[in-house]
């Protein structure tokens, strides 16, 4: 199959996104560090970042090398069958590598970034906030123009989207190793120094007395940034894949169906089918440069309003510009073909468009000028035990109306396209991922630039700009936020239905007791992975809770300020704990998979899939969208509201933000990746388990 | 179809339950009620829990009425095609009326026993332990005979299982007005109480002082007692008749399969198979009589233990007993039949013997000389929001066993006999369930005679012995909950099955956009229901802590014990407030299921059905476990450890019992309703669903 020439629209995107990224990387290096004592500060959290990152790696490294020798040896190649799967393999690595390269290089700007978006807070807002923004631009530039370039490369030079899932399964395994290591390490620093010094000696944030203070702001780059950063790369690369999947897969078959009648595929519109997806997120790409550079200038003046209307600019755009290449991609094909192309645009289009939705209603739950926030502050008022249980609640309830999103979505685009329309649904809701990344990262680098400003002594104006460049990035966060769980969502189901084309399963019938068992497992394993990742948190947490104490009791001139904490202790509690918590609920996620598919055959593996990506998706959104709610309840009390900071409400709205803590920035996001890992981990792993009876499992019901 | 003579056991087993129930009633009654004080404690309670029951039953009269309407007019008659649905509909009516009756006389008893329990203790442990036994055992005798004698009757005189669905229906709507209801009762003057006057004024529990400590007593009896009576009930009656339905089905076709082979039906095997169920669980309730009798000789040393080894010396018996009756119910059948009889046999011990081991994973969990609760206890040292995180996370993993568990049970039980083997599996657990709710009853007797026993000013060793009894019923309880999920769980799954036999779903397959939009909302399903559940406590609550600070600080002499604190204010808003909040909750779980099958027709209802049965599992599992786990640390920390009562460890302990509280005695047992009652509505309303596009739904993909 002939790849078409409109293919190098995504390779070209990708590398202007990476030039423009190696751009705002100058840009931001330029800028001056800012006084001795924040270089100092910086340079704790730079040596943090890098010490945990080269553990990470290092532990990374042997676990890609492993699963490469996996994959090459146990596998049967698709390509060339008999021999060994040594295209897939590769792919595998290279996409591992980009992964970790995008997260490095993303991290090491915002780490960069920091200090100097701290320092131009003396000159201004704006200046404040352009540094921020550039810093958090690298990291969604490289991530999106990684992603383009890897994926068009591989397929131009083996014309086969199988190869290209090696990539993405590289992509998502580094994902879940950094979104969940680092999830816990942020939150482990992030509790731990709210616990003893905010609760029990009334330290301020990011007060330089807290021995945890620095490892919490290590936490911010290894989480919030390299961590959201790599999530967003596994889901897109996903994305793309599935549909690539998906329309070789048809292709095959020479029809494709949807609930408005068959068309009849051509090859050549096999191979334009093939490449739609990649086409139209180079041109999402393009969107959010346009968009990133919309924000840039307008971020003077509401850095806050700038950042949604960047968003909602991308996506004017994107419709546009995606109906022209519509247009290009439409040329030389059967006007039956043209018009499932024009319905394919529709889809992706909706999919953009419901992701802003979901967006919107997570920014709903999570605003404390919203009913379900204030709620949950006024729960503050009868003490710790009730602000939990009403948070708890909303964060549930909150569930409902993004479900009813994506069902609507779901059930549009299958209507319009097909399973296809599903997979480009998915691609559609993350073409401007470009503008999420970038928005989202701008948030812990502000966070830190606070932090630092609080550090170096800037005094009361300075860290009042950056807590307003602060709260600016909040919305852009919970948006993030809907996008990621909207967008991971439709990509699994993308991928459930590629693997079930793949693996050839005639239908996943609930009513067989092996698929239901599947489906049990599935719904359970999302349950397992969010205690997992919580107790982990919780676990290390105390441990920091006890370092901190002993710090302050063994030398109470760290609390006077007249000696300096143990800040190296504090981090490597949470590097530590982090990377040894991460390896069950890593191992989990590969084996469990493979283990239902070879006992129960994969019609079971499918509806464990099934299980996994709707239980999956209530957790998620539960966790995020509580998590978030429970935060702004604590700010917005803080802001004077209830009696304000120090009183019993302000301490049970604490309790509920710290619960919360480990809930949207630990299990509840990294529950997207697992997904992913999971999905793909059938896909890659299905030519082994087609040995056990064919497909049917060991114990076939 | 001749109904075989054998049905006869399960008559007889019924009746001499009844017969047994009124002679506990008389043994209860005739006991001395105590002094003044006592009788005008326990006047008030059964004041509170009548007037609360009266309304619940006004209310419940109108909704029975109307639903008679909806099902004798709008659906059609299966018994008689082109008439009235008389025949349900009237046997909806009586399985009301049975469940309304059971949960009244088993609550009235506990009404009458408290007060008799409190004064017996003063004789002695045996004393106080054999009035409150038999309190409860008039509930547990009460529940079984009620169901026993009413499905047999329908049975006998219609001989359609179908007919025996409707007074399945009628306990199943009761039981959720009684479970939510109940439990939102029950947990907004516990919350309430424990709030102001534990956390704030230090009382004591069950302190006279305390104005919603007669509150708290009223919502034991009428959540834990009528509650937890209804539900299993509820519970019973619905497996029995998926059993019936299914045997009933088989016979049709003429075989019936599992993976052992086919086995051919004749008409005498066929009307065997489908009074098994009855006969097995009369078999059932004889076992559960003699382990009565055991605990009655064993109770005096050992409470705790006489229960649980009564539950066991129950078992035994059941498996013999069933042995023999299955030699019986041989009679005539051939050769195949009779070893399909054997391998019924086996599930039916196999469900029982999992319903034991279930029971076992929860106490595990809830236990505080076990791991995850000493964990969660220990996790109080640092603060209010790690004893949540620590709680939160036991209770996820606690999902874990169960589930495996189940899947195993699931799994042999279809093995041995198909998916009617899956139904006797939920028979089997359920048959002893006459022990399991009389143990379960013997609770809350307990505990408000604990509390009057306070009230009544009985003195230190009185209270002590009534403490002893109390901490017996725990391990009871946790156990109880575990069969309860259990046996729920296999019931809605052969109900599932059922309903796709009845229904001719060929397959429901999870491929399918539309049965996959199904398992999503049922996969939502129990979490909304959750949300709105734990809100409406914790709405309620906050409304009661509102009312008691308000009548310590206007008349602070309640504080001093001078004036009576206005117990009726406390117990109307629990009652209005329940009553308010069980509205939305119920009409969700009719009319849920009705407009899935509308929409999306049957397979995609079936589907909604399983998606809501595992994630309903999931969030049943986790809350009842995280609640008892929370509830036993506290009470270990009040045993001394770590502090003991009144340090900041044992607030923060407090905080986890409160949020557990509306997680163990609200949501999380109410889910097991739902789930029924939605998996009836499916079946019932077929016959409405199947009109339209021929039950392919409005919208069908």
């Known amino acids: 199959m002939a790849v078409p020439i409109i293919l190098i629209v995504a390779l070209i995107a990708g590398i202007i996104s990476i030039g423009m990224a190696l751009y705002f990387r100058y840009l931001v290096l330029k800028e001056d560090p800012g006084n001795e004592r924040m270089q100092e500060v910086a340079g704790y959290i730079e040596d943090g970042a890098k010490t945990y990152i080269k553990i990470q790696y290092k532990i990374l490294t042997i676990f890609v090398t492993a699963l490469f020798l996996i994959m090459l040896f146990l596998l049967p190649s698709r390509i060339h069958p008999g021999s060994l799967n040594w295209e897939q393999s590769l792919a595998y690595l290279i996409g591992s590598a980009g992964s970790m390269l995008a997260g490095w290089l993303g991290m090491y700007v915002g780490i960069k970034a920091n200090t100097r978006a701290a320092q131009a807070c003396t000159k201004g807002t704006k200046s404040g906030f352009d540094v921020a923004f550039f810093g958090g631009s690298v990291m969604g530039l490289t991530v999106v123009g990684v992603a383009l370039i890897g994926v068009s490369v591989i397929y131009w030079i083996f014309g086969d989207p199988y190869v290209v899932l090696g990539f993405s399964f590289g992509a998502s395994s580094i994902a879940l190793f950094m979104k969940c290591g680092g999830g816990i390490f942020t939150k482990t620093a992030d509790v731990g120094a709210d616990l003893v010094g905010k609760a029990e000696y009334d330290l301020p944030e990011d007060d330089p007395r807290n021995p945890a203070t620095i490892a919490d702001n290590v936490g911010d780059n290894v989480g919030d940034i390299a961590g959201m950063g790599s999530d967003l790369f596994d889901s897109y690369v996903a994305s793309i894949v599935a549909a690539m999947m998906l329309a070789a897969a048809f292709g095959v078959v020479g029809t494709i169906s949807s609930p408005l009648g068959n068309v009849t595929l051509t090859e050549a519109g096999t191979g334009v089918l093939v490449v739609t997806p990649l086409v139209l997120c180079g041109v999402g790409l393009i969107a959010s440069l346009i968009g990133i550079y919309f924000i840039k200038l307008k971020g003077s003046d509401e850095p806050g309003k700038a950042l949604n209307t960047g968003t909602y600019f991308a996506t004017l755009i994107y419709f546009g510009l995606s109906a022209l290449f519509t247009l290009l991609l439409a040329i030389g094909l059967t006007p039956e073909e043209v018009g499932l192309l024009w319905r394919i645009w529709g889809t992706s289009a909706i999919g953009l468009f419901s992701g802003i939705v979901l967006g919107f209603t997570s920014d709903y739950f999570t605003r404390e000028d919203k009913k379900p926030t204030s709620n ?116 699994v189901m993308a991928l459930l239905f590629s693997f079930a084309e793949e693996a050839d399963i005639p239908n996943m019938d609930l009513l067989n007791v092996g698929v239901l068992i599947g489906a049990f497992i599935g719904v359970v394993v999302p349950a397992l992975f969010s205690a997992l990742l919580v107790l982990a948190v919780q676990r290390n947490a105390a441990k920091m809770v006890d370092e901190i104490r002993r710090q302050f009791e063994e030398n109470p001139k760290i609390l006077t300020g007249e000696v300096a904490a143990d800040f190296q202790k504090t981090i490597d509690i949470a590097t530590k704990g982090s990377l040894r918590e991460l390896i069950i609920p890593s191992i989990i996620s590969i084996t469990i998979p493979i283990s239902v598919g070879i006992l129960f055959g994969v019609a079971s593996l499918g509806a464990f899939l099934a299980g996994a990506i709707l239980s999956g998706f209530v957790f998620a959104v539960f966790m995020s969208n509580a998590g978030g709610a429970w935060d702004n309840a604590k700010k917005w009390i803080e802001d004077g509201n209830l009696g304000g900071k120090g009183t019993e409400v302000h301490k049970a709205a604490i309790t509920g933000d710290t619960v919360g803590d480990p809930f949207k920035d630990t299990a509840g996001p990294s529950i997207n990746t697992l997904l992913v890992v999971m999905s793909l981990t059938a896909s890659i792993f299905m030519g082994l388990l087609l040995l056990f009876n064919g497909g049917l499992g060991l114990i076939p019901f």
Chains 1, 2 share one sequence.
């Open 376 to 491: 949950i502050a006024h729960a503050a008022q009868e003490g710790h035990a009730v602000v939990i249980l009403s948070g708890f609640s909303y964060g549930l309830l909150s569930v409902v109306p993004p479900a009813i999103g994506i069902i609507i979505a779901m059930a549009v685009a299958y209507w319009l396209s097909g399973v296809f329309g599903v997979a480009m649904a998915a691609v559609g809701m993350l073409a401007i991922v470009g503008t999420i990344v970038s928005n989202d990262a701008y948030g812990p680098i502000v966070d830190n630039a606070r932090g630092i400003a609080e550090q170096g002594d800037l005094g009361e104006d300075v860290i009042r700009t950056a807590d307003r460049l602060d709260s600016a990035g909040n919305t852009a966060k919970a948006i993030t936020k809907g996008f990621a769980i909207g967008a991971a969502n439709l990509t």
